[in-house]
């Protein structure tokens, strides 16, 4: 699965990474932040566009796998 | 014109800019303050400007805004800057007089931008038929761009957010989504035509003087905080509670799609963090709500006036801001601070 490091970024510098990564990629991929409203706005994103995004937290930074719904 | 892009020289924009309310507490917090009986509204009450009496029939409202670009032309992000500063005295129940420009610019800006950036402030302040008596310029590391304004107001006539009575019709001047807008625009998901509609709103200057002639209770300025921050500040001031009707909030028309494309703002998390405890939102969509608490850079005026009052006031608010529209009501106190319908 491709990944996209959007770590030390702000919004919506990794929405636009998503976006683009995900028309590269429209089966799905795996988004790594660090703030709370990359992951609520990529979330959105997902739900938008027909995917749906799993997240998990460790130490301040978040892993959001993107899949088909 | 280079191709130096204002936005781009700036790390954050606009209103977005603000330091809280929490932390600006912290630093004033045991700092010695004066007691002048003058000073009619100081910074104990979070209110949008100063009053202070001069005589019985005068007082002076004084504010100062400025911020970082929001938009890449100078002479609109001028007009914006302006219109924003100038809100403060008009949500005071105000009339500008003077103002001072305050302004930082960057190595990276040439000079026809910086010109630019002070003409759109001259055309907002002339338009409000004050005059720009001097300012101040420094070189920094940012663009910013503001004003300081000295308006009048009759004592007995100041409006603040706190005089909401029950049965007072609620009046919004401007639509919500500004701040979702310049988020699209920064991603460049919207059309130029899409965000000029944004900026054509930003502009506009809350010309409302003509409140002066009605029963109007309580006012503020729609900013940073967004409507429903603003609402519970508001609320709690007058202590009552505010009942916003859903169907009837203006909204920009792109956002609430944009809003559900999750196009939004920092500081529409920090306000729904801050205000969320204090709203019955009811059954509204999420992207609904999230448009609700979008902070808004020269937003619109929240009125109090009196329910009679409350048609001929639009009416007469239509010259100058056309898009005045009745958001709701004030209700006796309950238990949440405002409540949508």
Known sequence: ?69 | MSDVKLTKLAKCAGCGAKVGAGMLQKLLGDLPVKNDPALLVGFERSDDASVYRISDELAIVQTIDFFPPVVDDPVRFGRIAAANALSDIYAMGGEPKVAQNVLMISKAMPDEMVHGILRGGYEKVMEAGAVISGGHSIHGEEPVYGLAVTGFVHPDRVLTNSGAQDGDALILTKPLGVGIYLTAAKAEMLEDEELAQALDQMERLNKAEAMLAFDVHACTDVTGFSLLGHAVEMAEGSQKTLELTASAIPMLPKALELASMGLLPEGMYRNRNFAEAHVELGNVALAFSDVLFDPQTSGGLLIAVAQQDCDALISQLQETCCCAVCIGQVKAQGEKAVILR
Do not use: Q
């Open chain 1, 1 to 69: 699965m491709t990944n996209v490091d959007a770590r030390g970024r702000s919004c919506p510098e990794p929405l636009i990474l998503t976006r683009k990564a995900l028309i590269d990629n429209p089966e799905g991929i795996t988004v790594v932040v660090d703030n709370v409203c990359s992951v609520e706005n990529i979330t959105r994103y997902a739900g938008h566009e027909g995917y749906e995004a799993a997240r998990e937290e460790k130490d301040g930074e978040w892993t959001l796998k993107i899949t088909r719904r």
